[in-house]
């Protein structure tokens, strides 16, 4: 697992604090601490995952990158909306690396979302 450095903390989540994310590294079974991930298959923009199916043997060797940490399910969506909206703020588009690297390019294809706008609208090439 790897910890972002400005780890997203759900209300609740905060209140517990240190004790909560002692109890992750120290691989303690909390069924109700959940974790948001980048994604690890498909289009999503991001993942949550209750944080006991971290430490089964399947996930235990897998690189996760934890994005944030939330105490319920709904926690979890409400920091997830916050995630989203502050990505969708700085970088005009939906696309979590841009967003975690501080860059306005998506790998896929290096147009932002305002430039395949502009290019739709207009018809230029940008």
């Known amino acids: 697992m790897r910890w972002m450095e400005h780890l997203y903390v759900g209300e609740k989540a905060g209140r517990r604090g240190a004790d909560l994310m002692k109890g992750l590294r120290e691989e303690r079974?909390?069924?109700d601490v959940y974790v948001i991930t980048s994604p690890q298959c498909g289009h999503h923009i991001l993942d949550i995952w209750p944080s006991v199916i971290l430490f089964s043997p399947p996930y235990r060797k897998e690189d996760i990158r934890i994005i944030g940490v939330a105490v319920t399910y709904w926690e979890a969506l409400e920091v997830v909306r916050q995630i989203v909206d502050e990505m969708y703020r700085q970088t005009g588009g939906f696309c979590l690396n841009d967003f975690l690297a501080g860059r306005d390019v998506c790998p896929a294809d290096g147009k932002t979302?305002?430039?395949?706008?502009n290019e739709e609208k207009y018809g230029a090439k940008i």
Do not use: D, G, I
């Not at 979302?113 to 706008?117: M, Y």
């Open 113 to 117: 979302l305002r430039h395949r706008v």
């Open 29 to 31: 079974l909390q069924p």
